[in-house]
Each structure stands twice: as C-alpha cells, then as structure tokens.
C-alpha cells in the first residue's frame, strides 16, 4: 500500500508539473504577442528583434512538455479521466507554440513596414487593437485553464467571432484603401497579413478553451462551437 500511494503521489506531482509548464509557455507566448503588438506600434527594432528571439524558447517548451507527456503515459498508465488531461495538453501546447509562431511573424512584418519607412495607413490602429483583444483572449484561456474554469472558457470562445467579425472589416477596409491609392499596396498587404495572424491567434485561443471544456466535462465541442444541448420534448 505505501508503494501504490507514493506512486500515486508521484503521479499527481508529474501531472501539476505538466500543468505548470503549459501555464508558463503559455506566459512566454503572451509576452510574445503583447510585444509583437508593442513593436507594431512603435517601430522599436529592439523589441522586433526580441519577439523573434524568443521564439526558439517557446520551441523548447513545446519538445519539453511533449516529452514529458509521452514519459507520463509510459510509466504511469493514466485512467481515463487524467488521459484525457494529457491529451488536451499535447493539442494546447501545439496551439501556444503556433500562436509564438504568429506573433513572430506579426514582428518580421513590423520590421518591413518600418524598414521601408512607410507611413501609417488608415485602420492600422484597429490592427493593433484588435491585437490587443487578441492577447487578452490568450491571458484569459489562460485563466481558465489555471482554474479550469468552464465558463470563462465559453466566454473565450465567443469573444473569438469578434475578432473574427473585425477582422473582416479590416480586410474590406485595406482593400478599399488599395484600390484609392495603388501606392500604398505593399504595406497594406503587410498588415493584411498581420491581421491574419491576429485573426489566427484568436482562433488558436478558441482552441485552447474547447480543451478546457474537454477536460473538465469529457466534451469535444471542437467545430460545433458550444457544448451540446440535451435536447427537450419536441425540440430535435
């Protein structure tokens, strides 16, 4: 009996470990993103240089965290409720390192709009707003993914269509833009492709919370959107 319960506790110490790690990759990729944001806005080549840099570190913390999830179900043989935890955490950290990925190349794209001097043009401000949503959203999956808090969860995945919705008002707005003034073309599609990047990280959000509910009620709402109502009387 002493060795089933250190093995258990043990168990448990491996499994808040996987968590903690996910949780501070998850703290990297935002710092990541609010940057990327950051450098969008001022133009700081130091901060550019730094969201770039940082993205072989959330790389490791995505091997780092696989690994120990292959090595967790090896030796401890979960039961179904802490297998479904590990296998939501595989899928989380390959969205964070996927969102490390974006805010990297919202960086690269800063870069080339700066580096050749190009001036603002009009809704690139809703850009770097609509970043920002983007960011909070990840702080808040975050949140409930500490906390595995359901609700916050679905609350995630509803601020994710408007940032869906704005970013399609960006699109129609930066090709309105291109089609006054054919000059402006090459830096209006570098923030065509920064918006997507934001748009992506929303989506990468919206994924992450669909695990939480995963993990906590053994749901797989992923493409539907929402849990799944019991159906009542007539209503089919």
């Known amino acids: 009996m002493p060795n089933s319960e250190h093995t ?11 968590r903690s790690r996910v949780l501070q990759m998850g703290g990297l990729v935002e710092l990541q993103l ?3 944001i950051e450098g969008l806005t001022t133009g700081s080549e130091e901060i550019i240089a730094r969201v770039i840099e940082t993205e072989h570190r959330v790389n490791d913390y995505e091997k780092e965290i696989d690994d120990a ?6 030796r401890r043989q979960p039961a179904a ?10 899928k989380i950290v390959t969205d964070l390192e996927r969102m490390g990925d974006e805010a990297e190349k919202i960086a690269r794209m800063a870069r080339s709009i700066y580096g050749r001097g190009a001036l603002t043009i009009p809704r690139s401000i809703d850009v770097r707003q609509t970043g920002t949503k983007a960011a909070l959203m990840l702080r808040r999956v975050l949140d409930a ?8 969860a679905e609350k995630v995945i509803a601020e994710g269509k408007l940032i869906d919705t704005e970013f399609r008002g960006i699109m129609r707005q930066l090709i309105t833009f291109m089609m006054e ?7 209006a ?25 995963y993990i906590v009620d ?19």
């Open 69 to 74: 999830c292959v090595h967790v179900v090896a």
């Open 81 to 90: 409720s802490d297998l479904r935890m590990i296998m939501a955490v595989s």
């Open 189 to 213: 599609l570098d923030i065509v492709w920064i918006a997507k990047s934001i748009e992506r990280v929303g989506d990468h959000a919206e994924n992450i919370a669909e695990q939480v509910i």
């Open 8 to 18: 258990s506790k043990q168990f448990d110490a491996d499994l808040e470990d996987i």
């Open 34 to 36: 609010t940057a990327a």
């Open 145 to 152: 993914l500490a906390r595995l808090d359901t609700t916050e």
């Open 218 to 236: 053994g749901i797989d709402i992923r493409h539907t959107g929402s849990p799944p109502v019991t159906p009542a009387g007539e209503n089919i």
């Open 181 to 187: 003034d054919p000059r402006t073309i090459t830096t």
